[in-house]
T-cell receptor, first 113, second 108 residues
C-alpha cells in the first residue's frame, strides 16, 4: 500500500496567491483529516471528513481556508489568499471508520513569503 | 475547553535508561487516547488506548490509560538513540486535540 499521498511536498508562494494542497487517502479508508503543524502552535486539527462529508471544520482558522472531498480518494485544502502566517507543514491523515488509528501522509511544507 | 498536557516537555537520557512520558487530558466525548512518535517527518502511530488499566506493549514501548484520573503514560525501556523523537498524545474525540509533545533525546 502506498500510504497517504500528499502533493506538493514543498510549496513556496507569495502573499496573496492561492494555494491548493492535495491528499489521496489510503484506499478503503473512509475518514480523512487535515492538520497544520507549526512550532508555535504544535499540531492542530483543521477539518475532518467522514464518508466524504465534512464533519467538523471548527479548526479551520478563517474563511480564507476551505477544504473539499469530491470523492473517497481525493481531498483538497485551499488557502485563498495566502498570508505569511499560513506558513506551516500541512498533514493529511486517513483512517478506517470503526478504528481510531490515523495514518499520516508525509506533509506539505508551505512557505508564504 | 478541551485540554491536553504532556510532561515533561523535554527529556535527555542516555542509552539504556528507562523513561516515562505523561499525558493528562480534560476533554468531552472521549473515545480513546492515541500516542504518536514524530521524528523529522510525519507522526507515526504507536498505540491506541480505549480501556483503563490494560497495558499495551510493542517491543520496548508500553502504554497504559487511566480513564478515572484522566491520564496516560508511555514507557520506553532500554532506550536507544533511535528513540529520539517528539512523542505526541491525543485524546480522540470530535476535536482531536494533540498535546504539545515531549521531546526525547537519547544520547549514546
Amino acid at each position: 500500500d502506498a500510504g497517504v499521498i500528499q502533493s506538493p511536498r514543498h510549496e513556496v508562494t507569495e502573499m496573496g496567491q492561492e494555494v491548493t494542497l492535495r491528499c489521496k487517502p489510503i484506499s478503503g479508508h473512509n475518514s480523512l483529516f487535515w492538520y497544520r503543524q507549526t512550532m508555535m502552535r504544535g499540531l492542530e486539527l483543521l477539518i475532518y471528513f467522514n464518508n466524504n462529508v465534512p464533519i467538523d471544520d471548527s479548526g479551520m482558522p478563517e474563511d480564507r481556508f476551505s477544504a473539499k472531498m469530491p470523492n473517497a480518494s481525493f481531498s483538497t485544502l485551499k488557502i485563498q489568499p495566502s498570508e505569511p502566517r499560513d506558513s506551516a507543514v500541512y498533514f493529511c491523515a486517513s483512517s478506517y471508520g470503526g478504528t481510531d488509528t490515523q495514518y499520516f501522509g508525509p506533509g506539505t511544507r508551505l512557505t508564504v513569503l | 475547553e478541551d485540554k491536553v498536557v504532556q510532561s515533561p516537555l523535554s527529556l535527555v537520557v542516555h542509552e539504556g535508561d528507562t523513561v516515562t512520558l505523561n499525558c493528562s487530558y480534560e476533554v468531552t466525548n472521549f473515545r480513546s487516547l492515541l500516542w504518536y512518535k514524530q521524528e523529522k517527518k510525519a507522526p507515526t502511530f504507536l498505540f491506541m488506548l480505549t480501556s483503563s488499566g490494560i497495558e499495551k506493549k510493542s517491543g520496548r514501548l508500553s502504554s497504559i490509560l487511566d480513564k478515572k484520573e484522566l491520564f496516560s503514560i508511555l514507557n520506553i525501556t532500554a532506550t536507544q538513540t533511535g528513540d529520539s523523537a517528539v512523542y505526541l498524545c491525543a485524546p480522540n474525540n470530535n476535536d482531536m486535540r494533540f498535546g504539545a509533545g515531549t521531546r526525547l533525546t537519547v544520547k549514546p
